[in-house]
């Protein structure tokens, strides 16, 4: 046991609007098509675009796979922490070069990224 309550962060904080410009930055930056991230995600493309487009409200369990999926955790700590996606970049260059792994890190942000 870890000997503290996991965080559990509520999407419900931030717009769906602002969540689905992230997602679809995230998908773009990956090179992808709409089509392509519905495989991935096992989701319709008619999903994703409501996504996008804020009219489908993410669960944080789909905002955790999609930037999983993307690889694109300096956007998706901008989003969930508020801050400038060029700080998140660096936060997490500063932590790949400690030599500590990101997993441990990330365990110990309680899994929000």
Do not use: C
């Not at 602002?18 to 992808?32: P, V």
């Not at 999903?47 to 944080?60: C, V, Y």
């Not at 060029?86 to 899994?111: C, K, M, Q, R, Y």
Request: no cysteine.
């Amino acid at each position: 046991m870890l000997g503290y309550k996991q965080a559990e962060l509520e999407l419900d904080e931030f717009s769906d609007e602002e969540i689905g410009k992230q997602l679809k930055k995230m998908r773009k930056r990956k090179g992808w098509s709409q089509e392509k991230m519905g495989s991935k995600m096992h989701l319709s493309r008619s999903n994703i675009s409501r996504m996008e487009s804020g009219k489908l409200p993410i669960r944080i369990a789909e905002f955790n796979r999609w930037v999983n999926r993307t690889g694109a955790h300096d956007l998706a700590m901008s989003v969930l922490f508020n801050i400038d996606p060029n700080v998140a970049i660096e936060i997490l260059s500063n932590i790949a070069n400690t030599g500590t792994g990101v997993g441990s890190i990330l365990l110990s942000l309680g899994g929000l990224i």
